[in-house]
């Protein structure tokens, strides 16, 4: 080869490792070039680049990333991400503003907490929590160590915090604070499950695992107070307990999941409440308590299906009266455009309401869910928890057995409590005589009251 194609050659390759070198600085944020108060701490922060989140730290490594377009928890069994959550993550890292710089020895570095957690030889309260953010192909778009909160005299002031890039001997103070960033899996998980209104429940049954229904809730419209259909005889149902148990599905939210790759128990032995939709769509959910690690663990799986809603009977129409027609005011463009917002959405169709329950039960009938406590007891598998408490009456007392003189007619019962009781004696008892009426004059003592005279019968005559 020529030495002029030699130089040739050697020319075009550095012009394009310096083109290839300089699209790179391009694409990589850097640190403020000015690294001025106020300056912005990544420069061209490339969000959309964003492929996959690592965070490190004392409590574990999170490994968020796509699968299929989708933000996963790549460190929890690949489940859904909190998508809200890791927009306002990035975001704050990119509006994140330099206070001030300085160069830190390694002293230094300890004591604001910002040694890398992997060091083995440092201290785990000199350690910082490391956040690489990465692109499509894995390569480092930023790698940052975030250390200690500046302390600050004024209460409730930010401080901002202190960070480096990757092994960089210069420190930053951010006007951001990362102290509450979340450092372990389960807290980067989608905890929305579902969100049902209780109004669109139209029936809910609970069956036993045996098959047997222990009870129903029902109503017929969506305006009607859901009843509890035939209680046991003599009991009420709670009002407040039923509504419990239409509420269990709305802003239903999860705590956990657990491995997908763990032994579940068949649900043909497990439980079941089956929530039946107006429209048509049947969510079934599995409750199940479990005890794992020393505690109690309430689990909770479910699957959803579409079951074609009957059709409503025909409301039999009033005869309409003919009213003399009231002139309208013509309506202007801004009352169109309030009833177009007051318009409700069109209703679907059974095949997208059938399409949807198909793809939901794809994607939620594969996890076991963990629920908070309080959430789990919502799905109320005790009846004698809906019914009212049973009143007993008290015993009534015994009948008193009727005595001899009640039976003649004379109630012993109603004598004067201090009638002198007459000793028992052989003898025959002497009736005193009654008193003199009030209203007969009685004679004096003094005076002497003639008898009447007597008349004496006529002898009969003897022959």
């Known amino acids: 080869m020529k030495p002029k194609t030699?130089?040739?050659?050697?020319?075009?390759?550095?012009?394009?490792?310096?083109?290839?070198?300089?699209?790179?600085?391009?694409?990589?944020?850097?640190?403020?070039?000015?690294?001025?108060?106020g300056g912005e701490l990544l420069e061209?922060?490339?969000?959309?680049?964003?492929?996959?989140?690592?965070?490190?730290?004392?409590?574990?490594?999170v490994e968020l990333g796509k699968v299929d377009d989708r933000w996963v928890v790549k460190s929890r069994y690949s489940y859904p991400a909190d998508f809200k959550k890791l927009i306002d993550f990035v975001k704050k890292w990119k509006e994140a503003k330099i206070g001030r710089s300085f160069k830190a020895s390694p002293d230094s570095l300890a004591r604001i907490q910002l040694l890398p957690p992997d060091d083995t030889e440092a201290k785990e309260d000199n350690k910082g929590a490391r956040i690489c953010l990465k692109d499509a192909e894995n390569k480092d778009i930023a790698n940052i160590?975030?250390?200690?909160?500046?302390?600050?005299?004024?209460?409730?002031?930010?401080?901002?915090?202190?960070v480096r890039f990757n092994e960089s001997e210069t420190v930053f103070l951010t006007d951001k604070n990362?102290?509450?960033?979340?450092?372990?899996?389960?807290?980067?998980?989608?905890?929305?499950?579902?969100?049902?209104?209780?109004?669109?429940?139209?029936?809910?049954?609970?069956?036993?695992?045996?098959?047997?229904?222990?009870?129903?809730?029902q109503r017929e419209k969506e305006s009607d107070d859901a009843q509890l259909i035939r209680p046991p005889e003599g009991r009420k149902a709670k009002k407040s307990e039923v509504d419990s148990v239409l509420r269990a599905v709305a802003s239903l939210r999860i705590d956990d999941i657990e491995n997908p790759e763990d032994k579940q128990t068949d649900k043909t032995k497990v439980d079941k409440l089956t929530y039946y939709l107006f429209n048509g769509k049947v969510y079934t959910f599995y409750p199940e308590k479990k005890?794992?690690?020393?505690?109690?663990?309430?689990?909770l799986r479910l699957e959803v299906a579409f079951q074609k809603p009957p059709e409503p009977p025909a409301e039999e129409k009033a005869p309409e009266e003919t009213v003399e027609a009231t002139p309208v005011p013509e309506a202007t463009t801004e009352d169109a455009e309030d009833k177009e917002d007051e318009e409700k959405e069109p209703e679907k169709t059974p095949e997208e309401l059938a399409y949807e329950a198909e793809t939901d039960n794809k994607k939620l009938s594969s996890w076991t869910y963990i629920l908070p406590k309080w959430k789990y007891e919502n799905f109320i598998t005790n009846i004698e928890d809906l019914l009212e408490e049973k009143k007993e009456e008290p015993p009534k007392p015994p009948p008193k057995a009727e005595t001899d003189e009640k039976k003649e007619g004379l109630d012993l019962n109603i004598l004067p409590k201090d009638l002198p009781?007459?000793?028992?004696?052989?003898?025959?008892?002497?009736?005193?005589?009654?008193?003199?009426?009030?209203?007969?004059?009685t004679a004096s003592p003094t005076t002497a009251v003639p008898a009447p005279p007597q008349e004496t019968p006529p002898a009969e005559k003897t022959d």
């Open 145 to 162: 160590i975030t250390g200690k909160v500046r302390e600050t005299e004024q209460r409730g002031a930010g401080g901002g915090q202190y």
């Open 421 to 441: 009781i007459a000793p028992e004696t052989d003898e025959p008892s002497i009736t005193p005589p009654l008193a003199p009426p009030t209203d007969v004059e």
């Open 178 to 217: 990362f102290k509450y960033m979340t450092k372990d899996s389960k807290g980067w998980l989608d905890k929305e499950l579902l969100d049902i209104k209780d109004s669109d429940v139209q029936k809910v049954v609970f069956t036993s695992w045996e098959g047997k229904r222990i009870y129903t809730i």
């Open 6 to 37: 030699m130089l040739f050659l050697v020319i075009i390759l550095g012009v394009l490792a310096g083109i290839s070198f300089l699209i790179q600085k391009m694409q990589t944020p850097s640190v403020s070039k000015t690294s001025r108060l």
């Open 291 to 299: 005890f794992k690690n020393d505690e109690d663990i309430h689990c």
């Open 44 to 61: 061209n922060l490339p969000v959309n680049d964003i492929a996959a989140v690592t965070i490190q730290s004392d409590e574990g490594t």
